[in-house]
């Protein structure tokens, strides 16, 4: 069965800093990723998906995230973060055979600093 | 835009009481999803629906049972609350399978048991 791992649990990071927030998951022939967003009080938003294609997925809000298939990681990237960022981010991963049903990991909280 | 509507951002209840949590999704979607999110665990599935009247477990159904009268709306129904199921439930909705289309969530109830 899939899993999905988020190494960090909390991540502090400056305003207008970089940040990385890691996610790996176990080895299958072919998933699907996706990267979810929580603010604060309210439910998860999608915030990118990788399907096929390209393997650098991009979001409105300037996140990207890059799909790694040897190392399978699928890491998330923002070279510049905002206050607005503070929220808790989830990776998850489908099957290709069973695409109803998501494996999420157990989420990292960013913290922006002033 | 899809749109999930949770009947309750916040419920106290007692224990021993029957407890309904609503789900409706306005997209036509052929999928529901429960979930319950607790600090540290992530999310994590209680039950799935993939047509009206059809329904498979996830990961934690014990204490649990849903009801799919229709196809746009999803309950969650605790017959007999207990203090250990104070939680955020969180509901979704997705395309059928094999559409390769993601998870869209409500904005959670959160449920306390006393």
């Known amino acids: 069965a899939q899993s999905v791992t988020q190494l960090d649990s909390q991540v502090p990071v400056f305003e207008e800093a970089p940040v990385e927030l890691r996610c790996n998951y176990s080895?299958?022939?072919?998933?699907?990723l996706f990267w979810y967003v929580q603010y604060p009080n309210q439910g998860l938003q999608l915030l990118l998906k990788?399907?096929?294609?390209?393997?650098l997925v991009e979001s409105i809000n300037g996140f990207e995230a890059e799909f790694n298939k040897s190392q399978t990681s699928f890491h998330l990237r923002k070279p510049s973060v905002h206050i607005s960022d503070t929220a808790e981010y989830f990776c998850a991963v489908s099957d290709l055979s069973r695409d109803d049903k998501i494996i999420f990991g157990k989420g990292t909280r960013l913290h922006i600093l002033p | 835009d899809v749109k999930v509507t949770q009947s309750s951002r916040y419920l106290v209840k007692r224990t021993g009481e029957k407890v309904f949590l609503e789900c409706v999704q306005d997209?036509?979607?052929?999928?529901m999803f429960w979930y319950r999110q607790d600090p540290g665990l992530g999310l994590r599935l209680i039950y799935f629906s993939y047509d009206v009247k059809m329904k498979e477990k996830g990961d934690i159904p014990e204490g649990y049972s849903v009801s799919r009268e229709k196809k746009e709306r999803f309950s969650l129904i605790l017959e007999s609350a207990s203090t250990n199921q104070t939680s955020m439930y969180l509901c979704?909705?997705?395309?059928?399978?094999?559409?390769?289309?993601?998870?869209?969530f409500g904005d959670g109830t959160r449920l306390s048991i006393l």
């Open positions: 080895s299958s022939v072919s998933v699907y």
């Open positions: 979704a909705s997705s395309k059928k399978t094999g559409e390769r289309q993601p998870q869209h």
């Open positions: 990788y399907l096929s294609g390209s393997t």
């Open positions: 997209m036509d979607h052929e999928n």
